[in-house]
């Protein structure tokens, strides 16, 4: 507060900034009065770098006023629990939950998330789905691929799962870590290709959301309470040590998730039925028809260049110490294909 002629002058507040990189593109997260910074810099730590001399995507964070009229067919709804609709129109796209709002303005580079409600629920959703959505919408103008996928790696590199909640993505990926696999992702990667044209993931978010009696008591100290799934369920939410992670990897592998009563194993799959999978698990291809045909494509240079099949998790991944590493090991080292 300053004084101007005796009279207290209320200055802005200057932003909070929040700069990541992604497979060398330069984000900031502009956080008017500080929203979400905490909740952001928690999600995103691993991606946070010093403050850039330029920057190359913007999402800027700010109070709103008011929520858009959800369209009678919205262009797509997101998210297993349907809470999210979007619209896309003029290069532009608005998504919203009715307590917040993203707008991504692609030719500009830049989105803003307008926070309408600041319920914990309000800003839970708007930090893990809108924030996240908003951003990889961008980074989709730079050849930066957003996929829905958990993904662990080994000496081999990394491997990717692709499957519905509750097939056991994030049971598999935590067994690995477990068994000595180092994590990148539990939920979302971003694909990316090198010069040379190799397929290279990276963890957007690197955070666990797990039935909280798997945990160790060291662990959940630290985990936190998730939101409810859509299923009803109530995880905790962990972000592993570093020395468990692997900031990226060259993709090895990516499968398909079943969960199975039985015993737990490796089965053929075709490129077709793979590539259906990975469309189905990311309608965000279908966000912006203008960038849709480069991330179709860049989902077929993927699946050329790796091995692929389905795994089949079943309760011994979690009831026996070292048959995540034993599967996906032994398959990933295996000469056959």
Known sequence: MDHEQGTPVRRPAIPAILDLEFHGIRCRGVLHDGMLGDRLRDLYAHAQIATPETVDLVVTVLAGTAV??????????????????????????????????????????????????????????????????????????????????????????????????????????????????????????????????????????????????????????????????????????????????APRGPVSAVLGIERTAGPSGVRATSRTELLAELLRQNPFVALNPELAPAHLSALGRLLRQVRFGVVESGPDVVGRPGAALALLDGWCRSPSI
């Open 68 to 245: 858009p009229a959800r369209p009678e067919t919205p262009t797509v709804s997101l998210i297993a629990d349907r809470i999210i609709w979007g619209a896309f129109g003029d290069g532009r796209l608005v998504l919203s939950d009715g307590r917040s709002t993203a707008r991504v303005d692609y030719a500009a580079g830049q989105a803003t998330l307008e926070l309408t409600e600041r319920s914990e629920a309000a800003e839970y959703v708007a930090t893990h789905r809108l924030f996240p959505i908003a951003l990889s919408e961008l980074l989709r103008t730079r050849a930066v691929y957003y996929l829905h996928a958990a993904a662990v790696a080994n000496a081999t590199g990394a491997v990717l799962f692709v499957g519905d909640s509750e097939t056991g993505k994030s049971t598999l990926a935590y067994c690995a870590m477990r068994d000595g696999m180092k994590f990148i992702a539990d939920d979302g990667v971003l694909l990316a290709f090198t010069a040379e044209g190799a397929a290279h993931v990276e963890a957007y978010y690197r955070e666990f959301a797990l039935d909280p009696t798997w945990l160790t008591a060291e662990e959940r100290t630290r985990s936190r309470a998730s939101e409810p799934m859509h299923t009803g369920d109530r995880r905790s939410r962990l972000i592993p040590r570093a020395w468990q992670c």
